[in-house]
């Protein structure tokens, strides 16, 4: 059973235009999400992060958003770079960001961006 | 600072043999999970090592071990391969400081035929 499902398995965008990632929870304990990067013949580097206590978090071009009754996030890129074509990787977790202890890491089956010049 | 350093790249083994993995995290980060990565399946958790000690553990067979050393480096051990263990294994290390990010490896690609 998929507890962090990323329905699309793949995405293309237009250079310039919004990038829309989105991931499905069905584990109402988790509360802390990740989304990562991943270029072929690369490990996944680390884009964002958002607690559930909050809904909305930025990083440049990043935001991600969290829906915590609807157990659904998503990641937006404004504006896309055809250099975020990647594979992008929803992943959560629960135990608070600040607990020493705390579950395992849970990875979506990922989504194929590509942004087209 | 170094990254995450996986070795071999690359390996290729024929079924019913074993085979380890080596890890050497980020220096100073003491927690090291390792994934496997299939084509569809994203990342799937094998286990995490933390201070040497398995603190948590995914759902794969027996056939799947691991362990970590003094100095925070982890082998993982995958005994009597199958051809679905051909798989992408990637480690990822980090801090203890509670929940931070993950630093990844570039990964093992293991080729079972």
């Known amino acids: 059973d998929q507890q962090v499902k990323q329905n699309s398995p793949s995405l293309s965008v237009q250079e310039g235009r919004i990038s829309i990632l989105n991931c499905d929870y069905t584990?109402?304990?988790?509360?802390?999400f990740l989304w990562y990067k991943k270029y072929p013949a690369e490990g996944p580097t680390f884009l964002i992060s958002?607690?559930?206590?909050?809904d909305k978090n930025e990083d440049g071009r990043f935001t991600v958003f969290l829906n915590k009754s609807a157990k659904h996030l998503s990641l937006h890129i404004v504006p896309s770079q055809p250099g975020d074509s990647a594979v992008y990787f929803c992943?959560?977790?629960?135990?608070?960001?600040?607990?020493?202890?705390?579950?395992?890491?849970?990875f979506g089956p990922g989504t194929s961006l590509s942004v087209i010049p | 600072k170094a990254g995450v350093t996986q070795t071999p790249r690359y390996l290729i083994k024929t079924r019913g043999q074993q085979v380890t993995l080596s890890c050497s995290p980020i220096?100073?980060?003491?927690?090291v999970s390792w994934y496997q990565q299939t084509p569809g399946q994203g990342l799937q958790f094998l286990f995490e090592?933390?201070?040497?000690?398995?603190?948590n553990k995914g759902n794969f067979p027996g056939r799947f071990s691991g362990r970590q050393f003094s100095n925070s480096r982890s082998e993982m051990n995958v005994s009597t391969l199958e051809l679905g263990d051909s798989a992408l294994y990637l480690c990822?290390?980090?801090?203890?400081?509670?929940?931070?990010?993950?630093?990844f490896g570039q990964g093992t690609r293991l080729t079972v035929v």
């Open positions: 090592y933390f201070s040497e000690t398995q603190r």
């Open positions: 992943a959560a977790s629960r135990g608070g960001i600040m607990k020493t202890s705390y579950d395992k890491v849970i």
């Open positions: 958002i607690s559930s206590i909050k």
């Open positions: 220096s100073g980060h003491r927690s």
């Open positions: 990822a290390s980090s801090s203890d400081r509670g929940r931070t990010e993950a630093f």
């Open positions: 584990n109402s304990m988790f509360d802390y």
